[in-house]
């Protein structure tokens, strides 16, 4: 094997390549990246086996073949190059060698055979969607899924397709964010799919907003893949809760507020919060909403915040990290929160928004201990 490539080039595929390599593995083979020439260059792909991510950039091959390098001493000598071609070459010993001006490396690598094959999806049967939507999706809803191994399967993403739209939702028990999108069109049959978030983050990271992308499923895989790039994500099994019965249709309580003032109050106020609970009391009534964080052996702290408000007078409680949280992602300047009682589930959703995607953030209150 033999090509040449532009350092820039080089340092665009590793770039995109090197997130999917574990930092720890029992086999040697996974720390290593496959290289491989194609018909308009090369091919890199790694993979730590769940997660898998090739792409293929602009390369001039003089003769053909695959071999395996080092991914992380890779990305390190690309890194450290001078701006000049990159000439790299394998021989059948499993030795590669690359030459830039004067510098030269020499490393050992991995016959191709030993590299895991990537996942068998079918996109004979594939959805197409805009990256720049999937994005968004994801965007605001993925950090609201569980990080606590006591749930497996809220530590991914519901990723729901329909004909006409498509839906995300995450939740960790105590907070869940919802976001639906019209599709124009689906070319598949409807899915439940539930994604981990550690590979959405490689959908988002690794494709242009203006690209489209083509979508399709195995047996327990899901393949996402453009002109030049593909990624592959291990699903999670398993039915996922009914998130529907949890959203409140009866909220008469309503609160809007600014969501940047709201924001920085919360912030403040948290100073002061346990670090167990992060408990702050809000107490709304007409056109004001007042916060209070008293903790024992710490200290207390008040606020006021002007709001519009309807409805009879209320104090709540809420994790102060979970509304921070919820109110970072809003894609608005004001929000609209809606209660029912001290012990029920409260709304948070974007005020005026013009886009044409719902979304809705549910947030689990505290109880008030005095």
């Known amino acids: ?25 029992t086999l040697p ?28 950039v602009i390369a ?26 990159v000439r790299v070459s394998a021989t059948g010993e499993q030795r590669v060698t690359l030459e830039c001006g004067k510098t030269r490396f020499r490393l050992l690598g991995l016959p191709k055979d030993e590299f895991p094959s990537f996942p ?10 805009r990256s720049g939507d999937l994005q968004k999706l994801i965007s605001h809803t993925a950090f609201a899924a569980s990080t606590e191994e006591s749930r497996p399967i809220l530590n ?37 799919l539930i994604v981990p978030p550690k590979a959405l983050e490689q959908i988002r990271r690794l494709f242009a907003a203006e690209e489209d992308l083509e979508i399709a499923r195995g047996d327990n895989h899901l393949g996402f ?41 919360l912030k403040r106020m948290s100073i002061i919060a346990s670090d167990q609970t992060h408990r702050i009391r809000l107490a709304f009534n007409a056109g004001m909403v007042k916060f209070s964080v008293q903790t024992p052996d710490l200290g207390e702290a008040q606020d006021e915040l002007s709001v519009s408000y309807e ?13 921070l949280e919820i109110l970072r992602y809003m894609p608005t300047d004001e929000v609209r929160m809606t209660f029912k009682a001290p012990e029920r589930a409260a709304t ?21 201990v005095d």
């Open 225 to 265: 893949r453009s002109p030049f790039t593909a990624v592959f994500t291990r699903l999670i099994e398993g039915p996922y809760p009914n998130y529907e019965q949890v959203i409140p249709r009866d909220n008469e309580r309503v609160a809007v507020a600014d969501r940047n003032a709201l924001f920085q109050a």
């Open 29 to 56: 083979v996974l720390a290593n990246l496959l290289v491989e020439t194609t018909e308009r260059g090369i091919r890199l792909s790694g993979t730590d086996l769940d997660i898998a991510v090739s792409t293929e």
């Open 311 to 323: 409805g009879d007078p209320l104090e709540i409680g809420f994790n102060a990290s979970y509304l």
């Open 156 to 192: 991914g993403v519901l990723w729901e397709m329909r004909p006409g739209h498509m839906r995300m939702v995450a939740t960790n028990g105590h907070r869940l964010a919802k976001i639906e999108l019209p599709l124009e069109s689906v070319g598949a049959p409807s899915a439940d």
């Open 120 to 129: 068998s999806v079918r996109f004979s049967e594939s959805w197409r969607v």
């Open 60 to 85: 001039d091959v003089d003769s053909q073949g695959a071999i395996t390098i080092p991914a992380k001493k890779l990305a390190e000598i690309a890194r450290e190059l001078p701006s000049a071609p």
């Open 348 to 368: 948070v959703e974007p005020m005026g928004w013009s886009d044409p995607a719902k979304y809705l953030c549910l947030v689990m209150p505290l109880r008030l």
């Open 1 to 25: 094997m033999r090509f040449t490539i532009t350092r820039e080039k080089l340092q665009e595929g590793l770039s995109a390549v090197t997130a999917s390599i574990p930092a720890k593995t």
